[in-house]
Structure formats: structure tokens, C-alpha cells
């Protein structure tokens, strides 16, 4: 079965979690990256809730005006199962923008 690879993006990430995407087929998360677009820093939480239990990927990580975390990319790969949720949160409203991409079907 060949992969479909996609993206998502989502530029309302804010104080109340956000599923960025949520898994439909096994799916490898290729690369996430979360940037501060506010004027001042941020913590950022990336995490999978997977049968109602979070598993977090990172955790109150500090962005720095301006700046960007690769959370997943380069070496680093997860795979996600059908209807784990994929969910990111600041500490300021709108705060920050979420780019997500992926290959379901794997």
C-alpha cells in the first residue's frame, strides 16, 4: 500500500489544546515545528492522546519571540495508530503557529 504524504497547518494555537490532526491508517509524523508569533516568549506543549491518556512529545518547552521548535524531524520519527489525536498548546491565546507533516498509510 503506498503512502499519501500531506501537511497541516494551524494558526490558532492558544491556551486550549488544538488537535492538529487526528490519525485515520497509521501515519509516521515526518516533521512538526511550532513558531512564536507573538511579542513575547512562550511555552509549548506537543503531545498524542491516544485511548484518552496524553503521551507528550514535548513539554512547557520556552519559544522565544520570533523563534521556531522542531519538535519532530530530521532522525527523530513517530508513527501514530487510527485515532490518536495529535495536539499542541500555548501558554499565551494565539500565540503561535503549528506546520505538521506526514505519510498516512505506512
Do not use: E, W
Amino acid at each position: 500500500m503506498a503512502s499519501t504524504q500531506t501537511s497541516y497547518v494551524n494558526n490558532t494555537i492558544g491556551t486550549t489544546a488544538n488537535t492538529v490532526f487526528t490519525a485515520s491508517a497509521t501515519t509516521a509524523l515526518v516533521g512538526v515545528q511550532i513558531a512564536n508569533v507573538s511579542d513575547s516568549p512562550i511555552t509549548v506543549s506537543l503531545y498524542v492522546t491516544r485511548s484518552t491518556v496524553d503521551y507528550y512529545l514535548v513539554k512547557n518547552a520556552t519559544v522565544s519571540v520570533g523563534g521556531a521548535l522542531a519538535a519532530v524531524g530530521g532522525d527523530i520519527k513517530h508513527f501514530l495508530v487510527n485515532g490518536d489525536a495529535l495536539k499542541v498548546v500555548s501558554s499565551a491565546a494565539n500565540s503561535a503557529h503549528c506546520l505538521t507533516s506526514v505519510a498516512v498509510g505506512v
